[in-house]
C-alpha cells in the first residue's frame, strides 16, 4: 500500500490490510478472554458488525449455496461493547446456521433481522435458519462448553458457549427459539448505550511519529517477520539491524551501539528472557533499551519472566504504530531517567 502509487494494487492492500488486521483483532479477542481482561467498551453499530460477519464468511455462504436475507432496521440505536466480540457472536451464529444446513435438502437460507425497543431500551438480533432445527432432547445443552453435535472434526463445542460468555457481559441474553415453517432461531438481547458514555474518539490514537535516525536491532527467528519492520522502519530515517535469535543479537550488542531493541520472547537456541538475563550480567545499559514482541503471553514460561522484570510489551499481531508508541515511551522514561540522575549529581555537588 505504502511503495505503490499504482491503484490498483493500493486497492487489493488495503482489502488484505483490513481482513488481516479484523484477523488479528479477532485474536486479540480469543486472548482477553483468557486472560479475563475486561473487554473494551465503546458505542457500535450492530448493523455494521453484521456486515463485517458476513464479509469474513463470505466463501462459506457462497459455496454453501445458502441464500442470506437482512431484514435490518436503518435507525438501530446504538449499543455498548466490544466490537471484535460482537462480530465473534454474529460470526459464530451464522456459522452455525450454515453448518446445520450442510446436506440439507430443503430450503437454504439464513434471515439476520434486527430491530429495538424503546420501552425496555434493548437492542435485538436474530439469526434464523430454514434448515432441520434443533432437536427436543438436546436444546438445553446446546450452550454448554464442549458440547457439539458435530461429529469427528467439524466443531469443538465452544462456539455458543463462548458467544453466551460475551453477550452475558454486556447484561445481554441469549435465546433458542424455532423459526417459523422449520429450522432454528437464535435471539440475542442488548442493552441500547448509555446515552451519557461518549464515544471513543477514532482518531484518539493517531499515528506516532518517532525521533529521526534511531539504532534499531530487531530479534526475532521469524526472520520474515523482523524484515517486514525493517522495510517499514528504513524508510523514516532509521538504521535497522536484525538477528535470529538472542545469541546472534548478543553478538550485534557486544560489536555495535544500538538505540532500541526490538525482541521476540519465544526462540529457538537462546530466547528473550535469556537474552535479558544475559544483558544484565554483561552489558546492563542495553536492559532499559528493550522491547519484547511476542504472540504467547499466556505460557507459564513468558508469565514467569514478565511477571519478574518490568519489562514494555507489544502483542503480536501489532501494528507497526504500536511498535512506534512503546518506542516512543520507552525513550522517553529513559530521557527521564537521565534528567533525574542529573539533577542528582547537581544537588550533591
Given at each position: 500500500?505504502?511503495?505503490?502509487?499504482?491503484?490498483?494494487?493500493?486497492?487489493?492492500?488495503?482489502?488484505?490490510?483490513?481482513?488481516?488486521d479484523?484477523?488479528?483483532?479477532?485474536?486479540?479477542?480469543?486472548?482477553?478472554?483468557?486472560?479475563?481482561?475486561?473487554?473494551?467498551?465503546?458505542?457500535?453499530?450492530?448493523?455494521?458488525?453484521?456486515?463485517?460477519?458476513l464479509?469474513?464468511?463470505?466463501?462459506?455462504?457462497?459455496?454453501?449455496?445458502?441464500?442470506?436475507?437482512?431484514?435490518?432496521?436503518?435507525?438501530?440505536?446504538?449499543?455498548?461493547?466490544d466490537?471484535?466480540?460482537?462480530?465473534?457472536?454474529v460470526?459464530?451464529?451464522?456459522?452455525?446456521?450454515?453448518?446445520a444446513m450442510?446436506?440439507?435438502?430443503?430450503?437454504?437460507?439464513?434471515?439476520?433481522?434486527?430491530?429495538?425497543?424503546n420501552?425496555?431500551?434493548?437492542?435485538?438480533?436474530?439469526?434464523?435458519?430454514?434448515?432441520?432445527?434443533?432437536?427436543?432432547?438436546?436444546?438445553?445443552?446446546?450452550?454448554?462448553?464442549?458440547?457439539?453435535t458435530?461429529?469427528?472434526t467439524?466443531?469443538?463445542?465452544?462456539?455458543?458457549?463462548?458467544?453466551?460468555?460475551m453477550?452475558?457481559?454486556?447484561?445481554?441474553?441469549?435465546?433458542?427459539?424455532?423459526?417459523?415453517?422449520?429450522?432454528?432461531?437464535?435471539?440475542?438481547?442488548l442493552?441500547?448505550?448509555?446515552?451519557?458514555?461518549?464515544?471513543?474518539?477514532?482518531q484518539?490514537?493517531?499515528?506516532?511519529?518517532?525521533?529521526?535516525?534511531?539504532?534499531?536491532?530487531?530479534?526475532?527467528d521469524?526472520?520474515?517477520?523482523?524484515?517486514?519492520?525493517?522495510?517499514?522502519?528504513e524508510?523514516?530515517?532509521?538504521a535497522?539491524?536484525?538477528?535470529?535469535?538472542?545469541?546472534?543479537?548478543?553478538?550485534?550488542?557486544?560489536?555495535?551501539?544500538?538505540?532500541?531493541?526490538?525482541?521476540d520472547?519465544?526462540?529457538?537456541?537462546m530466547d528473550?528472557?535469556?537474552l535479558?538475563?544475559?544483558?544484565?550480567?554483561?552489558?546492563?545499559s542495553?536492559?532499559?533499551?528493550?522491547?519484547?514482541?511476542?504472540?504467547?503471553?499466556?505460557?507459564?514460561?513468558?508469565?514467569?519472566?514478565?511477571?519478574?522484570y518490568?519489562?514494555?510489551?507489544?502483542?503480536?499481531?501489532?501494528r507497526?504504530?504500536?511498535?512506534?508508541?512503546?518506542?516512543?515511551?520507552?525513550?522517553?522514561?529513559?530521557?527521564?531517567?537521565?534528567?533525574d540522575?542529573?539533577?542528582?549529581?547537581?544537588?550533591?555537588?
Open positions: 500500500m505504502e511503495g505503490s502509487t499504482e491503484p490498483k494494487i493500493v486497492a487489493r492492500g488495503e482489502k488484505i490490510f483490513k481482513a488481516a479484523r484477523c488479528a483483532r479477532i485474536v486479540k479477542s480469543f486472548l482477553a478472554l483468557a486472560r479475563h481482561r475486561p473487554p473494551e467498551r465503546k458505542q457500535v453499530k450492530l448493523n455494521d458488525i453484521i456486515h463485517s460477519a464479509e469474513l464468511l463470505g466463501f462459506q455462504i457462497r459455496t454453501g449455496e445458502i441464500e442470506i436475507k437482512l431484514e435490518l432496521e436503518e435507525q438501530l440505536p446504538e449499543i455498548t461493547g466490537g471484535d466480540q460482537l462480530t465473534q457472536v460470526t459464530n451464529l451464522v456459522m452455525n446456521a450454515t453448518q450442510e446436506g440439507w435438502k430443503g430450503q437454504r437460507r439464513i434471515i439476520i433481522r434486527t430491530w429495538h425497543n420501552e425496555t431500551q434493548r437492542v435485538m438480533l436474530s439469526v434464523a435458519d430454514s434448515g432441520p432445527g434443533v432437536p427436543p432432547d438436546i436444546r438445553s445443552r446446546i450452550f454448554e462448553p464442549f458440547f457439539t458435530k461429529s469427528g467439524g466443531g469443538t463445542g465452544v462456539g455458543l458457549s463462548l458467544c453466551l460468555n453477550v452475558s457481559s454486556y447484561k445481554g441474553q441469549m435465546l433458542l427459539e424455532d423459526t417459523p415453517g422449520g429450522g432454528a432461531t437464535f435471539v440475542v438481547d442493552p441500547m448505550t448509555d446515552t451519557s458514555l461518549k464515544s471513543k474518539d477514532p484518539a490514537n493517531p499515528d506516532v511519529v518517532l525521533p529521526q535516525n534511531i539504532r534499531f536491532l530487531l530479534v526475532d521469524e526472520v520474515e517477520l523482523a524484515q517486514t519492520l525493517a522495510d517499514l522502519l524508510p523514516e530515517g532509521h535497522v539491524d536484525i538477528a535470529a535469535n538472542g545469541a546472534i543479537a548478543l553478538d550485534k550488542l557486544r560489536r555495535n551501539t544500538y538505540d532500541v531493541i526490538v525482541s520472547l519465544r526462540m529457538p537456541v528473550g528472557p535469556a535479558y538475563e544475559a544483558l544484565l550480567r554483561e552489558l546492563p542495553y536492559v532499559d533499551k528493550i522491547i519484547y514482541v511476542t504472540g504467547d503471553t499466556l505460557s507459564s514460561h513468558v508469565q514467569t519472566f514478565l511477571n519478574q518490568p519489562v514494555p510489551v507489544v502483542e503480536k499481531p501489532y507497526l504504530n504500536d511498535v512506534r508508541r512503546a518506542v516512543v515511551a520507552l525513550l522517553k522514561q529513559n530521557s527521564d531517567k537521565k534528567s540522575a542529573s539533577s542528582s549529581i547537581k544537588v550533591a555537588t
